[in-house]
């Protein structure tokens, strides 16, 4: 086996291992922490995201009628068609999808980091980002079902789904019902527990300081994604 080979199922390794032993594999992962692997985890699970947002954006339905004026984003005529609003609608969940994935993981582990370093915790920040990266292993599955799900989903359910997101008349409050949503998932709140224990690893403080810490963190997030595609 050629030395590329086995970086390459080790890293693989390192991914199942945060699924099967987390502490273990977390700890691991910390005594010599490859920012490029945690990097390229975040992506691979970004552009699944983005992809699964495409799917489900190209099964909507136009709302808007041809003739409807667009301001400065106006087609040949002056006007918009429905062709070119649906493309701008896909490129536009595309963008949030990316954005909304390595937002997450640096803001998430910025806040995490500032709010260790003040309780004492001794850990790097590279540390936390490399962990944090790893820790987002949960939402590569839950990603992985949303595109299988994009695929085989009917126009008629997508469309269902997306009206369950607006449920209530003032945009306020589906803001807050949708960044509750997406921040307590399963996948999330598994997300959120290895976090814990990644917090445990890097900054070496209690269980209960980490808890106190992600919470807090998740709380901040979750104000922060009424308003930024996170």
């Given at each position: 086996m050629?030395?590329?080979?086995?970086?390459?199922?080790?890293?693989?390794?390192?991914?199942?291992?945060?699924?099967?032993s987390?502490?273990s594999?977390?700890?691991?992962?910390l005594?010599?922490?490859?920012?490029?692997?945690?990097?390229?985890?975040?992506?691979?699970?970004?552009?699944i995201a983005?992809?699964a947002?495409?799917?489900?954006?190209?099964?909507?339905?136009?709302?808007?009628?041809?003739?409807?004026?667009?301001?400065?984003?106006q087609?040949?005529?002056g006007?918009?068609?429905?062709?070119?609003?649906?493309?701008a609608?896909?490129i536009?969940s595309?963008?949030?999808?990316?954005?909304?994935?390595?937002?997450?993981w640096?803001?998430?582990?910025?806040?995490?980091?500032a709010?260790s370093?003040?309780?004492?915790?001794?850990?790097?920040?590279?540390?936390?980002?490399?962990?944090?990266?790893?820790?987002?292993?949960?939402?590569?599955i839950?990603h992985?079902?949303?595109?299988i799900?994009?695929?085989?989903?009917?126009?008629?359910?997508?469309?269902?789904?997306?009206?369950?997101?607006?449920m209530?008349?003032?945009?306020?409050?589906?803001?807050?019902?949708?960044?509750?949503?997406n921040?307590?998932?399963?996948?999330?709140?598994?997300?959120?527990?290895?976090?814990v224990?990644?917090?445990?690893?890097?900054?070496?403080?209690?269980?209960?300081?980490s808890?106190?810490?992600?919470?807090?963190?998740?709380i901040?997030?979750?104000f922060?994604?009424?308003?930024?595609p996170?």
């Amino acid at each position: 086996m050629s030395k590329r080979e086995g970086e390459k199922l080790s890293f693989i390794g390192q991914v199942i291992g945060c699924l099967t032993s987390p502490r273990s594999s977390l700890k691991s992962i910390l005594e010599k922490p490859s920012l490029l692997r945690a990097a390229v985890l975040i992506l691979v699970i970004a552009v699944i995201a983005a992809w699964a947002s495409y799917n489900y954006t190209e099964k909507l339905p136009l709302t808007f009628r041809p003739e409807q004026e667009a301001g400065p984003f106006q087609g040949p005529g002056g006007f918009v068609s429905p062709e070119q609003i649906r493309q701008a609608s896909m490129i536009v969940s595309v963008m949030m999808g990316l954005i909304g994935v390595f937002g997450s993981w640096l803001i998430s582990s910025t806040i995490v980091h500032a709010l260790s370093r003040a309780q004492g915790g001794k850990g790097t920040f590279r540390g936390i980002l490399t962990l944090a990266g790893y820790a987002s292993t949960p939402l590569l599955i839950q990603h992985l079902l949303r595109l299988i799900d994009s695929f085989t989903a009917t126009k008629q359910e997508v469309l269902q789904l997306a009206e369950m997101t607006q449920m209530f008349n003032q945009p306020f409050l589906n803001a807050i019902a949708n960044a509750a949503l997406n921040v307590f998932s399963i996948f999330r709140l598994w997300s959120v527990a290895l976090l814990v224990i990644a917090l445990c690893e890097n900054y070496k403080i209690s269980t209960a300081r980490s808890v106190v810490t992600v919470a807090a963190m998740y709380i901040t997030i979750l104000f922060l994604s009424m308003f930024l595609p996170l």
